[in-house]
């Protein structure tokens, strides 16, 4: 059965295995960490000065016992729309369901322990596999959407922004 709780700092080795290559790196976190690669203390590091705020919460996913996912909520600016970030499921564990599983989840959080109304993720076009699971997660493009593009290793990456409302 599939869990979602909060993320502690012994998850952190697991997750950062699961990177593989610095493109799927990227892809999981834009530019947001400077080097690659990570370890799982830099991890760590990271969401202790993001959480500062109150308004950044990291979210591990447990199945039978195991890590099976992970991803973080935070709340830009206020607790109406939850933006959703760092979205990765285990290698070994892909392809069942488990990331649809562990958004739904995500998505019931944020409705139901801090009043949002909201969700919203960006997702680049370069990730298919990531992109059919938030549609299958219910997430749709945004309306009227501005392109966006991040430069990632020389290139520019578009950027889709998608939301669904909870």
């Known amino acids: 059965m599939l869990e979602l709780r909060p993320f502690i700092p012994s998850d952190a080795d697991e997750i950062v295995s699961w990177l ?4 799927a790196f990227r892809k999981w976190s834009a530019d947001i960490y400077e080097s690659y690669p990570i370890s799982g203390a830099d991890m760590t590091a990271w969401y202790g000065k993001a959480s500062r705020g109150g308004s950044f919460f990291a979210y591990t996913t447990v199945d039978d016992g195991e890590i099976a996912g992970h991803l973080i909520i935070r709340f830009p600016k206020d607790k109406s729309t939850a933006r959703f970030g760092f979205v990765i499921v285990d290698p070994e564990r892909r392809g ?3 990331g ?3 958004l739904e989840l995500s ?3 944020a409705a139901e322990q801090f009043g ?3 969700a919203t993720l960006g997702v680049f076009a370069n990730n298919e596999p990531a992109y059919r699971c938030y549609l299958a997660a219910g997430f749709r493009e945004a309306e009227g959407q501005k392109e ?3 430069h990632i290793f020389d290139e520019d990456w578009l ?3 998608m939301s669904v409302d909870l």
């Open 148 to 150: 966006e593009y991040c």
């Open 159 to 161: 950027c889709i922004e």
């Open 116 to 118: 949002a109304e909201r």
């Open 100 to 102: 649809r599983q562990m």
């Open 20 to 23: 593989g290559d610095e493109t």
């Open 107 to 109: 998505k019931k959080t």
């Open 96 to 98: 069942r369901g488990i």
